[in-house]
């Protein structure tokens, strides 16, 4: 495992475009940051979790994606991740943790919109995090009632979780939709291939002090 330590000198802290650099670097790997402020830790896990509907190194793709093998296998990868984080920390609960990325699966928590059939395996992965950690989903938290894509379709599949302590820190979430962050499919229409990104910016603020 790679690891290295980067003391932020500048008052200010870090700008909005390296920040974003640094965020869309650690999305790239399923990866823990800690982060401190004033003597506060942040522990960060970043991750992009399986993105196909087979699970992975299926010998036979077309029936591991009748049985749901994709969304069952990102639900192994979660535990597992929850297992190598916050659950090996003890008393993790009342600690600052974040979790973030490409969950790759939607939430029950937005079948209201959904209305996808009670049971859905596309909601293993979020069931597992709302049942067996101690984190807070923070923007169906912010916006009750109100669905947030994250994509250029009708998906809300990139999250940021926090524990409570630092949920309650939070000063301004939101999913960011503008002009810019409207994802525009490639002119050549090329599989997957969106202007700027396939999926939209997620921004969070905290008050550290």
Request: hydrophobic residues 35%.
């Amino acid at each position: 495992m790679k690891q290295f330590q980067y003391t932020i000198k500048d008052e200010l802290g870090v700008h909005a475009r390296p920040a974003g650099l640094l965020v869309k670097l650690a999305k790239q790997y399923t990866s823990t940051i800690t982060i401190e402020k004033n003597g506060k830790t942040v522990n960060i896990v970043t991750l992009h979790t399986w993105p196909q509907g087979y699970a992975f190194e299926a010998k036979d793709r077309d029936a591991s994606r009748a049985e749901n093998g994709g969304d069952k296998y990102r639900r192994m990868e979660m535990e597992y991740i929850c297992n190598h984080t916050i659950h090996s920390v003890p008393g993790a609960e009342k600690q600052f943790w974040m979790m973030m990325g490409d969950f790759n699966a939607r939430s029950s928590r937005d079948n209201w919109f959904y209305k996808y059939p009670a049971g859905d395996t596309r909601f293993l992965v979020h069931d597992y995090i709302l049942r067996h950690t101690p984190y807070v989903d923070v923007i169906a938290g912010k916006y009750p009632g109100e669905f947030k894509t994250t994509t250029g379709g009708k998906s809300r599949i990139d999250f940021v979780y926090c524990t409570p302590p630092l949920y309650e820190r939070i000063t301004h979430a939101d999913v960011v939709t503008d002009a810019y962050t409207e994802p525009v499919r490639d002119p050549a229409k090329l599989s997957n291939f969106w202007h700027p990104s396939d999926h939209r910016p997620i921004v969070v603020d905290f008050n550290m002090k």
